[in-house]
């Protein structure tokens, strides 16, 4: 069974910062994308940033400079520390896997976590 479960989340005020970690199991690490969307009620899933072998890092535009994408695969976990954090980022974050010949867009998603909450707020 392949899992994936997110850690992290939580309330922080605007100029904060959080990170969030992501434990996978039951995949080969190194075979997959890994990385983080996020969703507000309301609107489509978004994604924000992954990092992969073939491909190395990717992050939306929105937050690069701010947000950066790390892994550890003798842990098996992704993290994705976020600095100087805007209300705007506030949403839940779901971690997701998508083998490396595939694109980290939504609907090519192999595997999900259950998200984290994150609200940014003062």
């Known amino acids: 069974e392949v899992t994936l479960v997110e850690s992290g989340g939580g309330l922080v005020p605007p100029g904060g910062s959080l990170r969030l970690s992501c434990v996978v199991s039951?995949?080969?690490?190194?075979?997959?994308?890994i990385g983080w969307f996020r969703q507000v009620p309301g609107k489509e899933r978004e994604d924000i940033s992954y990092?992969?072998?073939?491909?190395?890092?990717y992050y939306r535009d929105s937050v690069k400079g701010r947000f950066t994408i790390s892994s550890d695969s003798a842990k098996n976990t992704v993290y994705l520390q976020m600095n100087n954090l805007k209300r705007e980022d506030t949403a839940v974050y779901y971690c997701?896997?998508?083998?490396?010949?595939?694109?980290?867009?939504?609907?090519?998603?192999?595997?999900w976590g259950q998200g984290t909450q994150v609200v940014v707020s003062s």
């Open positions: 997701a896997a998508v083998e490396s010949d595939g694109d980290f867009v939504e609907n090519e998603i192999d595997y």
């Open positions: 039951g995949l080969v690490f190194d075979d997959y994308a």
């Open positions: 990092v992969s072998i073939p491909d190395g890092t």
